[in-house]
């Protein structure tokens, strides 16, 4: 893993054509901004993470009534999958 030390407007390239920029950083957050074709998925490891569990548990269920939409929510302390980082 490379660690780099970046302050806010600083970027990192990544290849040609992917261009990582520090946004803001607040506490222990840091906010960033991702420039790259519209080819690459980006994707929060988190969302990943919760949406892979919820279908190994719906998959599992398999008709027990369970509600993978609930179980994802609360998977992600009910931010939905659209909230900020």
Same mark, same amino acid.
């Given at each position: 893993?490379?660690?780099?030390?970046?302050?806010?407007?600083?970027? !990192?390239?990544?290849?040609?054509? !992917?261009?990582?920029?520090? %946004?803001?950083?607040?506490?222990?957050?840091?906010?960033?901004?991702?420039?790259?074709?519209?080819?690459?998925? !980006?994707?929060?490891?988190?969302?990943?993470?919760?949406?892979?569990?919820?279908?190994?548990?719906?998959?599992?269920?398999?008709?027990?009534?369970?509600?993978?939409?609930?179980? %994802?929510?609360?998977?992600?302390?009910?931010?939905?999958?659209?909230?900020?980082?």
């Amino acid at each position: 893993m490379l660690v780099l030390t970046r302050k806010v407007g600083e970027r !990192i390239l990544v290849g040609d054509d !992917i261009v990582i920029t520090v %946004l803001d950083s607040r506490g222990d957050g840091v906010r960033i901004g991702i420039d790259a074709p519209r080819g690459v998925k !980006i994707q929060r490891e988190e969302v990943v993470r919760a949406v892979t569990e919820a279908n190994a548990e719906a998959a599992a269920a398999a008709g027990a009534g369970d509600d993978a939409e609930a179980r %994802l929510r609360r998977a992600l302390g009910d931010r939905g999958a659209t909230g900020d980082a």
